[in-house]
């Protein structure tokens, strides 16, 4: 099919799916597609098994999946005509136009149905009581001109997690006198969630901060991070935050520092072992290689343990 101009114009779509199967892993092609059970089905077959079960569906995982609000104008208005308030029939055609071949679909038991809202509104005090993190961090577009809509990327590009109050303070610190149209911020916030901009979580973990003499980490962890690091267990597992969200480039740089901190020290201490040990080069897109101080170096590793959760105080 490829080798004929036509057809490839003609069949892209079957090729590049093609393509897809040739490429991927075989255990990952075993599982997609070769399971004995594999019986594929549309939304609203699925929904009325669930319902035949006593079970009752809430949405997609994925909000772009169950909401259309956010979707060009003239696509919304057509889906909603033909859906009729119909929320399986909304989401049915959505994954006609789409083409949605996966999904992760949420269910409940019939006795909590009255408490599901299909309107797409989220209330104003849902949102104020939520915790957000960065899914993506692409940056700020260079033709972003939307005040409102660069804090919250800025916010969101620290990579930390943050409420709306922390928007609020970052537009007053970075435009004092500025008039926060609040009603902007939850809208941009619900469609940052909705396009899966925006991980959101009912309540916040502790990240310890690194302080000298004050925080160590657990053998465990150290443990956990020799077997991706040296063992190959990165050919099994990955590693995941507290908010199950993947962490990459844990590479041997990683796991020397952390062996430096399974008992209280300070980061003096830690520059001088480095210093004697290790050399981090790094290299730019085109090719020019350069060492990074490992100063910075270790400010950024102390950075992802903070995040990963990994640092524990001393007890007093």
């Known amino acids: 099919m490829g080798l004929d101009n036509r057809i490839s114009q003609k069949a892209s779509y079957?090729?590049?799916?093609?393509?897809?199967?040739?490429?991927?892993?075989?255990?990952?092609?075993?599982h997609e597609y070769l399971e004995p059970f594999n019986d594929p089905v549309y939304i609203h077959e699925f929904i009325k098994r669930a319902n035949d079960q006593g079970c009752v569906y809430i949405g997609d995982v994925f909000?772009?999946?169950?909401?259309?609000s956010w979707l060009p104008e003239d696509i919304h208005d057509n889906i909603a005509q033909l859906a009729n308030d119909d929320y399986i029939a909304k989401e049915q055609y959505y994954d006609y136009i789409y083409d949605t071949q996966f999904?992760?679909?949420?269910?409940?038991?019939?006795?909590?149905?009255?408490?599901?809202?299909?309107?797409?509104?989220v209330s104003i005090d849902v949102l104020s009581k939520l915790y957000y993190c960065s899914v993506v961090n692409t940056g700020i577009p260079s033709n972003m001109t939307d005040s409102i809509h660069i804090a919250i990327k800025?916010?969101?590009?620290?990579?930390?997690?943050?409420?709306?109050?922390?928007?609020v303070d970052h537009i007053h610190r970075k435009l004092p006198g500025y008039t926060i149209e609040m009603d902007r911020v939850y809208s941009r916030l619900l469609y940052l969630i909705i396009v899966d901009n925006l991980d959101m979580y009912a309540e916040p973990y502790e990240r310890v901060a690194f302080e000298d003499n004050k925080v160590y980490i657990p053998q465990r962890f150290i443990d956990f991070i020799s077997?991706?690091?040296?063992?190959?267990?990165?050919?099994?597992?990955?590693?995941?935050?507290?908010?199950?969200?993947?962490?990459?480039?844990?590479?041997?740089?990683?796991?020397?520092?952390?062996?430096?901190?399974?008992?209280p020290t300070t980061r003096?201490?830690?520059?001088?072992?480095?210093?004697?040990n290790i050399t981090v080069q790094r290299h730019t897109r085109d090719n020019i290689d350069f060492i990074v101080?490992?100063?910075?170096?270790?400010?950024?590793i102390l950075q992802r343990i903070r995040r990963l959760g990994f640092l524990h105080k001393i007890e007093d």
């Open 14 to 30: 079957k090729i590049d799916n093609i393509q897809n199967v040739l490429s991927s892993n075989d255990y990952y092609v075993a």
């Open 63 to 68: 909000l772009s999946r169950s909401f259309i």
């Open 103 to 121: 999904r992760m679909s949420l269910l409940t038991k019939e006795k909590h149905s009255k408490k599901i809202v299909r309107n797409e509104r």
């Open 154 to 167: 800025e916010v969101m590009d620290r990579g930390d997690i943050f409420t709306v109050q922390d928007i």
């Open 227 to 263: 077997t991706i690091v040296e063992k190959e267990g990165s050919s099994y597992i990955g590693i995941g935050d507290m908010y199950n969200k993947v962490q990459q480039d844990i590479d041997n740089g990683f796991l020397f520092v952390i062996k430096q901190m399974v008992e």
């Open 268 to 276: 003096e201490k830690i520059l001088a072992i480095m210093d004697d």
């Open 293 to 300: 101080p490992n100063k910075v170096y270790l400010e950024e």
